[in-house]
């Protein structure tokens, strides 16, 4: 596609309810990003994909949390036992993969955990 | 680790200012250097970049000019307009990493 696109844009969900948040990057973009981006804060790294590595994981906030890139390109990230401080943005960003360089962004999904 | 110190805002103007968000970083090497914005509702778009000292980065009136003495990378535009309203993020991603590591975002309202 022409960008980076995730689904739902907004999501409604019951504390305790599991959610999975989608993400289509950027047709042959290599690296994925998550972010969070809660009400009046900056962005919050929580995981990178980067071709058929590992991913770096090291911003996941708690194991609730987990994020799957499927044949290297959609990515779910799915939230377990949602909380109410999980409402956030999450924002989902694609790149080319290139050491220093830079990251194309989705609209995001609105998570409200009610 | 790399971190990214940007002014804390809000920041309110009036149109036709002059704009400065300053923003400095701590990184090993030479990063490359990026300021996003994100307009209400919107998601994250890349205003401008600079990839090595002495570069400068514009778009649309933005500018910001790499310094690698100061570690900075502040955005200036001559004349700001309404429309620039915005959040603007300041990031960098380093040299050796794929990882992008932003600032905390300054909030701009210009008011007519």
């Known amino acids: 596609g022409a960008g980076v696109s995730q689904s739902p844009s907004n999501k409604v969900t019951e504390k305790g309810k599991d959610v999975e948040l989608r993400c289509d990057p950027i047709?042959?973009?290599?690296?994925l990003y998550w972010y969070r981006q809660s009400l009046g804060q900056g962005l919050e790294f929580l995981i990178y994909?980067?071709?058929?590595?590992?991913?770096?994981k090291s911003g996941l906030p708690s194991d609730r949390f987990s994020a799957e890139r499927t044949g290297g390109s959609v990515s779910t990230l799915t939230i377990q036992r949602t909380q109410q401080e999980d409402s956030a943005v999450y924002l989902c960003?694609?790149?080319?993969?290139?050491?220093?360089?830079?990251?194309?962004f989705g609209q995001g999904t609105r998570l409200t955990v009610v | 680790g790399d971190s990214v110190t940007q002014m804390e805002g809000p920041v309110t103007l009036s149109e036709e200012a002059f704009l400065t968000i300053n923003c400095t970083y701590t990184?090993?090497?030479?990063?490359?250097l990026f300021w996003y914005v994100q307009y209400p509702g919107e998601g994250l778009q890349l205003l401008l970049k600079?990839?090595?000292?002495?570069d400068k980065g514009s778009n649309k009136g933005f500018e910001a000019t790499y310094r690698k003495e100061t570690t900075s990378f502040h955005l200036e535009k001559g004349s700001v307009q309404v429309s620039d309203s915005a959040v603007y993020f300041c990031?960098?991603?380093?040299?050796?990493?794929?990882?992008?590591?932003f600032g905390k975002g300054t909030k701009l309202s210009v008011i007519p």
């Open positions: 047709s042959g973009h290599t690296a």
């Open positions: 990031a960098l991603s380093g040299a050796g990493s794929y990882q992008l590591t």
């Open positions: 990184a090993t090497g030479y990063p490359s």
């Open positions: 960003a694609s790149g080319g993969g290139v050491k220093g360089g830079e990251a194309f």
């Open positions: 994909f980067q071709g058929n590595s590992a991913p770096d």
């Open positions: 600079a990839t090595k000292a002495d």
